[in-house]
């Protein structure tokens, strides 16, 4: 074979390849910033609280069932259900993917129990906070784990400050925790749930009645 033939051979199969990372480049889906998907699931929630909040107020069920239907998609509960349980997803792994499933009924109706107190109050959005091209691209790399988005709520009364920590995950941006007000939810459950494992002694016993204490209700410890 002579020396232009394999010159060619190496030029074509050189070619092929940088062809191959031109296509994959172009191909790869562009990641969106955070706060478009958290301004438009916070719009579709507030809007239908608004629009059916007397008759969810009589059935709290039927409105857990429709944050559900809103909110599962975007909420990485995995993620955040670990968290929660902190050290004794090492001591206690086998229990990690039952209190997932706990958690997530206690979360949901937490947020929706929350709403449905507000009376007949009218929240609106007033700001949601852009990410900087910079925050997204250390996303991207890896440099940072999560991106805050800051959104400013408008009460009847007064204005609140809400920071959701986003995560992008199975394809799309996920909340994995949200403070309100300076009150870091996913750090609130935490402590619950190490102050629940200290009094009842076992985390099986926490996960199993996770419903139950999370509603006050005293328990048998061991049970």
Same mark, same amino acid.
């Given at each position: ?52 909040? +007397? ?44 209190? +997932? ?24 959005? +007033?700001?949601? +906070? ?94």
């Amino acid at each position: 074979m002579s020396k232009t033939i394999v010159v060619s051979i190496r030029q074509f199969f050189f070619g092929v390849f940088t062809l191959l990372l031109a296509s994959t480049a172009l191909a790869a889906p562009q990641i969106q910033p955070p706060e478009i998907e958290v301004e438009k699931i916070t719009r579709n929630l507030l809007n239908l609280f608004d629009k059916n909040k +007397e008759e969810y107020k009589k059935d709290r069920d039927g409105f857990v069932k429709e944050v559900d239907r809103l909110l599962s998609p975007v909420v990485a509960f995995d993620q955040i259900a670990r968290y929660v349980m902190g050290k004794y997803t090492r001591r206690s792994p086998e229990q990690v993917d039952k209190f +997932e499933a706990t958690f997530k009924d206690s979360l949901l109706r937490f947020y929706s129990n929350a709403l449905l107190s507000l009376d007949d109050t009218r929240l609106t959005i +007033e700001s949601v +906070e852009k990410t900087s091209e910079n925050q997204l691209k250390k996303y991207i790399a890896g440099d940072i784990s999560r991106i805050p988005v800051k959104m400013s709520v408008r009460t009847s009364t007064r204005s609140v400050d809400i920071f959701y920590s986003m995560v992008h995950t199975d394809g799309r941006w996920k909340l994995r925790n949200i403070t309100v007000d300076g009150i870091n939810i996913a750090k609130q459950f935490q402590t619950q749930f190490a102050d629940a494992v200290d009094r009842y002694g076992k985390v099986e016993t926490v996960v199993d009645n996770w419903a139950e204490i999370m509603r006050g209700k005293d328990i048998k410890a061991g049970k």
